[in-house]
């Protein structure tokens, strides 16, 4: 009888350690800024609160691209 | 600059829509004397790479006013700068706007402040260039569905424009030389999308807006391209640099 009531014990100190452990993260990891897109993805923006949308919105209409340079400090280099 | 022309005529043969090309400053003069004579070769190359535009930057500004007034006379894309005044001085603009079948986009440029010093030799002002951008979004306001910023800022005030100046979707440039990869930011009115090209031209940022028919941003795809050797030089770029004495 003390055998098995000491293998009870036990058994239910395992399963509370393991149900703690499962639960145990109560706070997120600290927010990282929003990482670098992969280069030839396209990310989708949400719809702005403050842009009204309407059912058309999120259907691409039209594209356009933009190059940029920039800081070329007056270097003609072969590559820039 | 002979592998920019090829990559920025890539970028012109790939594109389903317009493509602009622009330039975020701190571009025409160097810290050195010899950094400092490639001005001319530089805006002729840009104009026949067909640039849009150029945002002043502090290097835009260390010449002389005789040097600063020829080479801005001699560009075929406009000078922005929001924040740069008297108004009008030096063809001087506070922003571009460029019309495609219905959209309409507007370039602003916007230049540090520490070209303050610069800026008094030459006779100019530098304003606050946060309130300098925000007075021109608000002139903006129905005239443009798509609004750029050509940025001379560092990463730290373009971090506040993007929290405290509604109405942008993309702030391009500067952030100090580095080189950023597209990504976007919540700001007051939705997603701005920031990207920097890096520095010393050694790269070109791309930068793909996706707009719906209200003509707003629903999504974007940026890349950063290196300009290494397997951009073959464009000889029409190679012919017009050794007219200028320049071997690439």
Known sequence: ?80 | MARRATAIAKVRDEASGPVLVVDTGDTLYGKSAADRKQAPLLVAAMNAMGYDAMAIGEYELVAGLDEVQARFGEARFSVLSANVGPAGTLGISPYLLRAYAGHTVALIGVTSPTAQARAAALGLKVDDPLEAVRRVVQELHGQADVILVLSNLNAELNKRMVSEVPGIDAILGAAGGATIQAYGVAGPEGTVVLQAAGPEGQGIGVLTLNLDDQGRVVSYNGSVWLLTPSYADDPEMVRLMEQYGVRP
């Open chain 1, 1 to 80: 009888m003390r055998r098995w009531l000491v293998g009870f014990l036990l058994l239910a100190a395992v399963l509370v350690g393991c149900r703690v452990e499962e639960g145990a993260p109560t706070s997120y990891p600290a927010r990282t800024p929003a990482a670098p897109s992969t280069p030839g993805a396209t990310r989708t923006i949400s719809p702005s609160p403050v842009r009204p949308t309407t059912p058309a919105a999120g259907k691409v209409d039209f594209t356009i691209t933009v190059v940029h340079s920039g800081g070329v400090v007056g270097k003609v280099l072969p590559c820039g």
